[in-house]
């Protein structure tokens, strides 16, 4: 949230809008930063979305988020990739194993909010950038994730 504050104030000409899909145990902090920020316009909560609704929300996005303190194997991520969309996450194990900084997405310190405004920048101000991690980030996804290859995966986990 604070991210976003600092990136409305830096493109005031804009039409930035934030969608937050999902629940937790951070949520009510959350909110509560929104109205701090005043930023109730900008930001709109979604709450958890239905599996079918998910590729929609997914491909209306321009650039997709992840910011955690920990994850083991992000689904969401996956899922973002397959949409072929830049990814911004926080550099934590769980994540970085699944993206390349710079490569397949960008990975920023966790709580760091003016490395993750930076990192909006740079996708914001370089279309190149964007289009080549939209790229990667799909490409990426069918090389390791689809469900063929994780069927093999899991199939040879299982069988070990």
Known sequence: IEAFALLIKKYPSKKLILKIAGDGE???????LVIKHDLI???SFLGMLPE???????NDLTIYV???FGETMSTAIM???ACGKPIIASDVPGINNMIKNNETGILIPVLNSLMLANAFSQLIEDNSLKEKLENASK?????????RIMFQKYSNLFQQ
């Open 52 to 58: 079918l609704m998910l590729p929609q929300f997914l």
């Open 66 to 68: 992840h910011a955690s």
């Open 79 to 81: 899922q973002a990739m």
């Open 139 to 147: 490409l990426h996804a069918q090389k390791y994730f689809s469900n």
């Open 26 to 32: 951070s949520l009510k902090e959350v909110k509560e």
């Open 41 to 43: 316009k900008q930001i």
